[in-house]
């Protein structure tokens, strides 16, 4: 029970665990979403969101821990039970059906009425752009089109939550970009909670309102897209998330780090990390730049231009580092001629404001 006066959140994960033999797919997750709230499970593919979601959904049973909807354990009820309504990656839909009937087997299967049936059917459809397509069966349909049936059969029971599974993956680029804005903004006015499970990290931050980014059956860090890009918890939230420039260190004292070349950088350091421990001085390509001159202040890491690629709204560079290390720098495209070429001596630079300490090397 939760405390009192303390509202349960609308989903609550409490060490959850599902093994295969010997292999832990989901190892201990504990996770709450907030009624309305928009949370991504973020990883690679065999990270175990996916499992995840199946358990939340009653589709496997866990090996240990609670899954909580509105404070109420739901671990040991079936899928049909649960109230939840999931779009699956392929949609999952009925070929002999209709696009209406396909939205309305859930409302079957609850027993609602005929004309309910008719009368909700309908406002999903209309929900997902679909009004006047109702009588197409899904091979008339084009992929959008059906990833919208799927939805508006996940929507239509009004379910506590909605559970998508990497349902972009099979569109287009043009067409992925967007459903993102389509889905963000049907969720957010039907004010339903949603657990969306993705690999692509454009997805995750163009769309969720927390991350959960998953690693090996467990969770590594959760909190908003802007914490998890500008503020990683861990090296592998720093690489997964975006492209980071890693530069090996050690803690010198409370207030800096030297990196492997010597350079003292001035860098509060946590009380989690003791003098002499291994760090990475982690800065996102965008946040660095190239100069000539060594600055007075700030990371300066002496290197060589390598290679420079013209991405047209930008510009990357690649540095080899003095130290032996490689430096990834991307700067806008002014639409003046590339300062710097192949061969130059150049510094990487950085305001230490711009850096963040990651434990371990």
């Known amino acids: 029970m939760g405390n009192a006066g303390v509202a349960e959140p609308a989903l609550r994960l409490a060490g959850l665990e599902k093994h295969y033999g ?4 989901v190892a201990g997750i504990d996770l709450s979403v907030g009624h309305g709230e928009f949370v991504t499970l973020l990883g690679p593919s065999g ?6 979601l199946a358990l939340i959904a009653g589709f496997v049973a866990p090996s240990a821990g609670e899954i909580h909807l509105k404070g109420r354990s739901v671990a040991d009820l079936p899928a049909f039970r649960r109230d ?6 392929d949609y999952a839909l009925f070929p002999h059906m209709t696009a209406a009937e396909n939205v309305a087997f859930g409302l079957r299967m609850r027993k609602v009425s005929p004309t309910d049936i008719a009368r909700r059917v309908s406002e999903a459809l209309d929900l997902v752009q679909l009004k006047g397509l109702g009588e197409r069966r899904p091979l008339q349909m084009s992929g959008g089109q059906r990833q919208r049936v799927a939805l508006a059969r996940a929507l239509v029971i009004n379910p506590t939550v909605l559970l998508l599974d990497e349902p972009l993956s099979n569109l287009d680029l043009k067409l992925r970009e967007e459903m993102r804005v389509e889905i963000v903004s049907i969720q957010r006015r039907l004010n339903i909670t ?24 467990t969770i590594e860090q959760v909190g908003s897209p802007a914490d998890i890009y500008e503020r990683p918890a861990t090296r592998f939230v720093a690489e997964f998330i975006g492209r980071m420039n890693l530069f090996a260190g050690r803690v010198s004292n409370s207030r800096s780090v030297q990196t492997a070349g010597g350079i ?4 509060p350091v946590p009380d989690t990390m003791p003098i002499g421990a291994p760090v990475s001085v982690a800065v996102r390509p965008e946040r660095v ?12 890491l002496a290197g060589t231009v390598r290679q420079m690629f013209y991405l047209g709204a930008t510009r990357e560079y690649r540095i080899d580092l003095e130290g032996g290390e490689r430096g990834v720098v ?19 630079t950085a305001s230490f404001e711009d850096c963040r300490l990651i434990p371990g090397e």
């Open 264 to 267: 003292d950088i001035a860098l």
């Open 47 to 52: 990270c175990g969101k996916t499992t995840t």
């Open 330 to 348: 991307e700067t806008p495209n002014d639409g003046t001629i590339g300062r710097f070429a192949c061969g130059d001596a150049v510094w990487l």
């Open 194 to 217: 949603t657990v969306f499970v993705t690999h692509d990290q454009s997805e995750a931050l163009v769309m969720s309102d927390r991350i959960a980014v998953m690693h090996a059956g």
């Open 22 to 25: 010997a292999t832990k797919a």
């Open 84 to 89: 939840i309504g999931v779009v699956f990656q």
């Open 289 to 300: 730049r190239l100069t000539k001159e060594r600055p007075a202040q700030g990371l300066a």
